[in-house]
């Protein structure tokens, strides 16, 4: 790795077909040599496949993978021993895999679920600070999926709300956080 260069962590946010995705690939592409993508979608259907193919397709050959749906931490502790840049593409997916593991009794529970988003948040965070400290890269993508009416069904109101404050927790710790609209990005933390 570069030793002149100094890790970080950035957040691209946006809504549906922003171009987020796609800026932050560029970003890790201008922000080191040996690039992680760190993927969190399960493939069940169709419509799914058709995504993950758009997304591979972009991604050049030389990337390296880790296919991280839970307890994705590891794969970025994993891919900061060999990668001077990791994108992780998407928290909002991340969050979505581990609310769709849970039972009945344990959706009961809101206010549980908001501390175990948390603690996944924070153990992301924690091994991303790690990896930046090694002077990598690490840029998160995920969602603005608040911005419309309150959903009429309990856990698409509580998918929508740990989604938000998980974007919340990692803005806070990035040192650049940008906004996606229409494809063009914004670092709306510099006017914070």
Request: glycine share 6%; charged share 20%.
């Amino acid at each position: 790795m570069d030793e002149e260069k100094k890790g970080k962590i950035v957040l691209v946010t946006g809504g549906a077909r922003s171009g987020k995705s796609t800026f932050a690939e560029n970003l890790v592409a201008q922000s080191g040599k040996a690039i992680a993508y760190i993927a969190t979608s399960q493939i069940f259907d169709e419509e799914m496949q058709f995504r993950v193919e758009l997304h591979r397709k972009r991604r050049p050959a030389d990337w390296q993978t880790y296919e991280a749906p839970f307890d994705a931490q590891r794969a970025i502790e994993a891919a900061a021993q060999q990668h001077d840049a990791i994108l992780f593409d998407c928290i909002t997916i991340y969050l979505s895999n581990i609310l769709c593991q849970l039972g009945e009794q344990e959706l009961a529970k809101p206010a549980q679920i908001y501390a175990l988003t948390r603690q996944k948040i924070s153990q992301l965070i924690a091994a991303a600070q790690a990896a930046a400290a090694q002077g990598a890269v690490v840029v998160f993508v995920t969602n603005e999926v608040g911005a419309g009416i309150v959903p009429e069904n309990k856990l698409s109101r509580i998918y929508r709300d740990i989604s938000g404050l998980a974007n919340q927790q990692l803005a806070k710790e990035a040192a650049e956080v940008y906004a996606v609209i229409a494809g063009i990005p914004v670092n709306i933390k510099a006017f914070a």
